[in-house]
C-alpha cells in the first residue's frame, strides 16, 4: 500500500508541468520559466538584477539598459505589479547597496536632507521629523503595513506608480476585460471616451513633502540637478514623472522648520491598511497668531470628487494646525 502510494505521488509529480492536449493557458509565467503548464502561484518573470555601489553607477547603468531597464530599492510595489505583468523589465537596477542614499541630517533652522533610500520607518520614527514635520512623520507612517514599511523607501514612495480599480488586478483579470490605455490597451476604462490615462497618486509623502516646500536631487548620467516637488509630476496616469528614465531620486531636501506647522490626514478603503483614495496635507508659517504663508495638497484625487469628504478634511486639518482640535484620527476608513 506504502509502495502504490508513493509511486501515485511520483506520478502526480511528473505530471506537474505538463499541458493538457487543448486547454489554453493565459498566464505568461510558465512559459518563461520554461514550463509547460502555469504554475501554482504569481511568480515573478525572469530578469537580471544589477547591484552597483554609487547613484553615478546606477544612472550609468540605466542609461545604458535603456528602456529595458527599471530601479528599484525596496521593491515593495515594484515586485508585485511585475508579478501582474504591468511591469516588465528585463533589468533591475538596485540601489540597496548605495550608503550615501541612506540617512537623515540637518538642523530645524537650516533644514534637512532625508537620503531616497532611507526606510519609510526611519522617517516616521525619526526625533527631528516628529518635532519639525509632524506631517511629513504622520504620513511616512501610515503607508502600507510595518513590514512593508520596513523595506519600502521614501524615494520610492514618491515615485510610486499610479493606480486605478481597472490596472491594479491580475493579469487574466484585465486580459478578460481588454486590458487599459496604461498596460496593454488602448482605452481608459474609467473615461472611454478620453484619450489619456486617468489613474491617479497613491503617494502619501508627496503631498506633504510638496505642502512643505520640499526639493529633490536627481542624478543622471549627465549630471545632475534640483527640483522642487511640484516639477516632479505630470498630470498623466502613464507618463506621471517628470524626471528621465536614467535619473535617481538621490535626497529629499527639507526646508527650514521654523515657523511652519503641518498636518497630513489621510482616507483609505481598509482602516488598517492601504492606499489613500484622499490625502490632505496642510502647511503654515505662523509668526505668533498670523498665517504669513499656507499651502493645501490633495493626493490620491486627479478630479473634482469626493468634494464634501475633502472639505471636511481640509477644514479638519486647518483646524488642528490653528490650535483649535487635533484634527481627529490621522487617518479614516471610507465608510
Not at 510558465?30 to 553615478?56: K, Q
Not at 541630517?105 to 531616497?116: C, D, E, L, N, P
Not at 484622499?278 to 495638497?297: F, H, T
Request: charged residues 25%; proline residues 5%.
Amino acid at each position: 500500500m506504502a509502495r502504490a502510494a508513493l509511486g501515485k505521488s511520483r506520478t502526480a509529480k511528473q505530471q506537474i508541468g505538463r499541458a493538457e492536449p487543448g486547454r489554453v493557458y493565459l498566464r505568461p509565467p510558465s512559459v518563461e520559466a520554461g514550463l509547460e503548464a502555469p504554475a501554482t502561484m504569481i511568480r515573478l518573470p525572469a530578469f537580471t538584477y544589477l547591484a552597483p555601489s554609487t547613484v553615478d553607477g546606477a544612472a550609468r547603468l540605466m542609461t545604458e539598459h535603456g528602456r529595458d531597464a527599471m530601479l528599484v530599492a525596496g521593491g515593495t510595489d515594484l515586485y508585485p505589479n511585475m508579478k501582474r505583468r504591468q511591469f516588465e523589465p528585463k533589468v533591475l537596477v538596485g540601489l540597496r547597496r548605495i550608503r550615501e542614499l541612506r540617512g537623515i541630517r540637518g538642523s530645524t533652522a537650516g533644514g534637512f536632507t532625508i537620503g531616497a533610500g532611507t526606510t519609510l520607518s526611519a522617517v516616521a520614527a525619526h526625533r527631528d521629523i516628529l518635532r519639525d514635520f509632524p506631517a511629513l512623520a504622520t504620513a511616512a507612517g501610515l503607508v502600507s503595513s510595518p513590514q512593508l514599511r520596513n523595506m519600502g523607501t521614501i524615494g520610492g514612495n514618491v515615485c510610486v506608480d499610479t493606480r486605478c480599480n481597472y490596472y491594479n488586478q491580475s493579469y487574466e483579470w484585465r486580459r478578460a476585460i481588454g486590458f487599459c490605455m496604461k498596460k496593454d490597451g488602448d482605452i481608459c476604462l474609467v473615461a472611454p471616451g478620453s484619450s489619456r490615462c486617468w489613474a491617479v497618486s497613491s503617494s502619501d509623502t508627496a503631498p506633504v513633502l510638496w505642502a512643505l516646500g520640499a526639493k529633490l536631487r536627481l542624478v543622471g548620467a549627465d549630471g545632475e540637478r534640483t527640483v522642487p516637488m511640484a516639477a516632479l509630476y505630470r498630470d498623466d496616469g502613464i507618463e506621471y514623472l517628470a524626471k528621465r528614465p536614467d535619473e535617481i531620486v538621490a535626497d529629499v531636501q527639507l526646508p527650514g522648520a521654523e515657523g511652519w506647522r503641518s498636518v497630513y490626514l489621510k482616507l483609505r478603503r481598509r482602516g488598517s491598511f492601504d492606499f489613500p483614495v484622499l490625502g490632505v496635507a496642510v502647511a503654515a508659517r505662523m509668526e505668533g497668531d498670523v498665517v504669513r504663508d499656507a499651502r493645501i495638497v490633495l493626493g490620491a484625487v486627479a478630479y473634482p470628487y469626493r468634494k464634501k469628504i475633502t472639505r471636511v478634511f481640509v477644514a479638519r486639518a486647518i483646524a488642528a494646525i490653528a490650535g483649535l482640535g487635533d484634527g481627529g484620527a490621522a487617518s479614516e476608513e471610507v465608510a
